[in-house]
């Protein structure tokens, strides 16, 4: 399960709720809006444990952004540091599900600051998940905020879409995400990608 909270610490009961009542093994976190003075017993839950990556003071200077992943504490689960990047055109981190000896699964939670460059973002997923299939050969699943509108036909969405197509991705949210409290625009901007081993 993925989720877009625009700041963790007012929603900390809701996050409680939700993997109380869901049960959710995974909750990955986009848009945080947390930094390093804040300590992982202020925001864990019974039960689970967390990775997270803040802002840097450098990307913090508009504010906004971070994402983590809680994740249920029973799970073998290794933290894929080489993959976690922080900068203006992506945020991520991933986490690696360890099934068995031979079956792992790839998680990784994504925020795209609306500002950052599109082209720059997809070179940095083109590059993690086509690393991460020769390394683990295993299946990759991820989801965030991307901001990117897939109702939308411009260029942006569609070098998007062709991207997650040659990476062998298919993105499974197909109801409404986002209304913008401007003009009451619409789209989906939150995704969730899976794709197999190779």
């Given at each position: 399960m993925f989720w877009n909270a625009r700041s963790i610490y007012p929603r900390l009961e809701?996050?409680?709720r939700i993997i109380t009542d869901s049960k959710v093994e995974f909750l990955g976190i986009s848009e945080t809006w947390l930094n390093s003075t804040t300590n992982n017993s202020e925001i864990n839950f019974d039960k689970y444990l967390t990775y997270r990556s803040d802002r840097t003071a450098e990307t913090r200077k508009k504010g906004g952004g971070g994402v983590l992943i809680y994740y249920k504490d029973n799970l073998k689960v290794i933290?894929?540091?080489?993959?976690?990047?922080?900068?203006?055109?992506?945020?991520?981190?991933?986490?690696?599900?360890?099934?068995?000896?031979?079956?792992?699964?790839?998680?990784?939670?994504?925020?795209?600051?609306?500002?950052?460059?599109?082209i720059n973002f997809i070179n940095h997923l083109e590059n993690i998940c086509f690393t991460m299939r020769q390394q683990y050969n295993c299946e990759i699943t991820f989801g965030g905020d991307i901001n990117i509108n897939l109702l939308k036909r411009d260029i942006n969405t569609r070098r998007y879409k062709d991207s997650l197509k040659r990476m062998g991705f298919n993105q499974l949210?197909?109801?409404?995400?986002?209304?913008?409290?401007?003009?009451?625009?619409?789209?989906?901007?939150?995704?969730?990608?899976?794709?197999?081993?190779m």
């Open positions: 809701e996050i409680d933290h894929l540091t080489e993959f976690q990047i922080c900068n203006p055109d992506i945020e991520c981190i991933w986490v690696q599900l360890q099934l068995t000896n031979t079956k792992k699964i790839n998680i990784g939670t994504i925020y795209r600051p609306p500002a950052g460059n599109i949210i197909t109801e409404i995400t986002h209304i913008s409290d401007h003009n009451n625009a619409v789209g989906i901007l939150d995704h969730f990608v899976i794709c197999g081993p």
